[in-house]
């Protein structure tokens, strides 16, 4: 059968009729291949971890074939005992049929080595915010060790609130969240790292529910995206809570909130530090007076900001 061009054409394959077909798959090359295809026809967004379908194809096959996440070449041409490519392309097909983000399906996320549990309840963890602590901060604070009391706003997993004890020996950290669901997905992960002692998880809106404390450091991913972008999201980012997502018509909702409080939540000298995404332009427009630092990370100077409380300086 051709085309008015002289082209052959392909008869129209359903999804299923695929998986089914799945069957002759041998090889790990094999299902990557399969997998990415199915990817790619399905238009899937990509975001939560990875940003491309051949990436996440990886991911979740070694994640099902419990190999190592960093080594899949030796792997390749391994030929797949029936299961264990069954198990894969129930993955693959949930991806597809579902658009959850591939973390959803996997119950983890990492974050520049550290692994954490998430389900629905949380948003998926991807915060610009953990690559600065992994550089402790540096430059804006000059000695990790005397910071001993840091704020974790709108803590979902509680990964950035567990990032900010490894690196910050001496802190306490007080982790605050709305959602008392996510919150109990934060407490799986403080007890896997072993951080109960010095994490402490308490359900707040916003300061609502602290008493007087003062932090050296506050960190915030909180929601921040516009009305316009919440009405355009991709399926993947439905799946995840809206409450920890919305924040009003322009974004910046909950971080006006945030810098309304800060000068009296920080000791002085004391910082704060805001993921707002793509609204750097407005957030400037709305406060022109506030010095605002924009730390570089991956996403360029735009995605972060950083505010001192004026008093002793750096810590």
């Excluded at 308490?202 to 450091?217: A, T, V």
Aim: glycine residues 6%.
């Amino acid at each position: 059968m051709t085309t008015d061009s002289g082209l052959p054409t392909m008869k129209k394959i359903t999804q299923t009729a695929l998986f089914d077909a799945a069957a002759e798959l041998s090889t790990l090359r094999d299902c990557l291949r399969f997998a990415v295809s199915r990817f790619t026809e399905a238009e899937l967004h990509f975001g939560h971890g990875c940003d491309n379908a051949w990436d996440e194809a990886v991911y979740l096959a070694l994640h099902a074939l419990h190999l190592p996440l960093d080594r899949l070449e030796p792997f390749l041409d391994a030929r797949l005992l029936p299961e264990e490519r069954k198990n894969l392309l129930a993955l693959v097909r949930r991806r597809v049929d579902e658009r959850l983000p591939a973390a959803y399906l996997t119950r983890e996320a990492w974050l520049f080595g550290h692994r954490f549990y998430v389900d629905e309840r949380v948003i998926v963890p991807r915060s610009f915010i953990a690559e600065l602590l992994e550089e402790g901060l540096s430059p804006w604070i000059a000695a990790p060790e005397a910071i001993t009391r840091v704020l974790d706003m709108c803590t979902g997993s509680g990964c950035l609130a567990i990032l900010a004890a490894l690196n910050f020996p001496n802190a306490r950290i007080d982790a605050i969240d709305i959602s008392s669901d996510a919150l109990a997905v934060a407490r799986e992960n403080v007890a896997a790292y072993g951080l109960e002692a010095r994490v402490f998880l308490i359900e707040s809106d916003g300061f609502s529910g602290l008493k007087d404390e003062r932090y050296d450091l506050i960190l915030a991913n909180p929601p921040y995206v516009d009305a316009k972008a919440m009405s355009a999201l991709p399926p993947e980012y439905r799946h995840e809570p809206a409450l920890a997502l919305a924040s009003g018509a322009d974004g910046l909702d909950f971080t006006r909130r945030l810098l309304a409080a800060a000068p009296r939540r920080l000791r002085p000298g004391g910082c704060l530090i805001v993921e707002i995404g793509h609204h750097k332009a407005a957030l400037e427009a709305a406060f022109p007076e506030t010095p605002f630092i924009w730390p570089e990370t991956r996403a360029g100077h735009e995605a972060v900001f950083l505010w001192r409380c004026p008093g002793n300086g750096d810590r």
